[in-house]
């Protein structure tokens, strides 16, 4: 394991173990002595199910942009993602340019390509998530106990979400518009680095690869008819999961509840501040279950299992997979990086095989 790796998963293991602390862990293990261990298993089953849906909508993504690659060789390389996603402060997206490096690095294909359908990918999870959390925001705008400055984090959060998200589509659907934001990143270019004609011409040909990559993609019907849908189960999904792990607990609590807290949760995991959203998630789900009348004798361990299955296996599963594509990948490449930063590291990985 690297040395980037290891600080990230220290620090998780710190916040988590912190949380514990707080919480106390004689309580979450009395707690978990008196749960329904056959639904905390059915909890275990939603969370596997979900990492294959996952994976199989981006299989049907990369299949449409001719990345022939099957379910099977594709799996691990989702579970690092995850893994890397919950380990890095990056808003859930610290494991995107893992995945496409990976795919490009074991099976030959071109990063902008592989780039485009893990960026297509993350839009379909993005579009179910922002219809829920309008319908969220709608509906706690309405509670008592929710205090105004969280529906308007809410409400800004999801604004900025869905800017972000019109932009990427538009720059894909509308060549004009993405010849524009071509120029500007040339402007900038120029400013910073003189001579920077190769380096304009690279931008030239990744802005066009990832268009034409996300247009096949966007005009393919058949593939958004299923991917949407998919995009949708899988939330409710992870929604469910979290439903029976209460229903272990014998907290009886109604589904609605539990998907508004967990639309809320997800929205503040997503601020790139605490690995994975450790801590911040937690306490957001522990806070609202409370104001909503549930004990934090059921709410505290509930939520430290329901992580236990959805971030700690995931993490877990993916960093032990990991060091078979080279555990220092998160040193060569950034949450942050560009194609053509991951080009020029798949070439330097390449020129000293």
């Not at 490096?101 to 993005?126: M, P």
């Not at 604004?159 to 071509?182: S, T």
């Not at 019907?221 to 991917?227: A, E, G, I, N």
């Not at 792990?245 to 809320?264: C, H, M, P, R, Y």
Request: charged share 15%; hydrophobic share 50%; glycine share 6%.
């Amino acid at each position: 394991m690297d040395k980037r790796t290891a600080i990230f998963v220290v620090a998780s293991i710190v916040i988590f173990s912190a949380m514990l602390g707080i919480i106390g862990v004689d309580k979450v293990w009395n707690a978990l002595k008196m749960a329904n261990m056959m639904l905390i298993g059915l909890a275990i089953a939603l969370q596997i199910i979900t990492f294959l849906l996952y994976n199989l909508r981006w299989n049907m993504l990369n299949k449409t942009a001719n990345i022939n690659i099957s379910f099977k060789t594709l799996l691990p390389i989702t579970m690092v993602g995850f893994a890397i996603n919950n380990i890095t402060p990056s808003g859930r997206g610290g494991g995107e340019p893992v995945r496409a490096y990976i795919l490009a690095k074991e099976h030959g294909y071109k990063i902008k390509e592989t780039f485009a359908t893990v960026v297509a990918d993350r839009v379909l999870d993005t579009f179910p998530f922002i219809v829920l959390t309008v319908i969220t925001i709608f509906t706690l705008s309405f509670s008592p106990n929710i205090p105004d400055w969280l529906i308007v984090i809410m409400i800004i959060a999801a604004i900025a979400i869905i800017l972000i998200l019109i932009i990427l589509v538009y720059m894909c659907i509308n060549l004009n518009f993405g010849n524009r934001i071509e120029k500007f990143i040339f402007r900038l270019t120029n400013r910073f680095k003189k001579d920077s004609e190769h380096l304009e011409e690279t931008i030239h040909e990744n802005i066009n690869g990832f268009q034409n990559t996300m247009n096949l993609l966007i005009s393919n019907k058949k593939v958004l008819y299923t991917t949407i849908p998919l995009s949708f189960l899988i939330w409710i999904v992870e929604i469910s999961r979290v439903y029976f792990v209460f229903l272990a607990f014998g907290a009886v609590t109604s589904f609605s509840l539990i998907g508004e807290v967990f639309i809320v949760a997800s929205l503040i995991g997503m601020i790139p501040l605490l690995p994975g959203g450790l801590g911040a998630v937690d306490g957001t789900m522990i806070y609202l279950y409370s104001t909503s009348g549930i004990s934090t004798a059921i709410t505290a361990p509930v939520t430290v299992v329901e992580r236990m299955i959805s971030f700690w296996m995931a993490t877990i599963i993916g960093l032990v997979i990991l060091p078979h594509y080279g555990s220092s990948i998160l040193e060569r490449i950034s949450p942050k990086a560009s194609t053509e930063e991951l080009e020029k590291s798949l070439k330097n990985e390449s020129d000293n095989q």
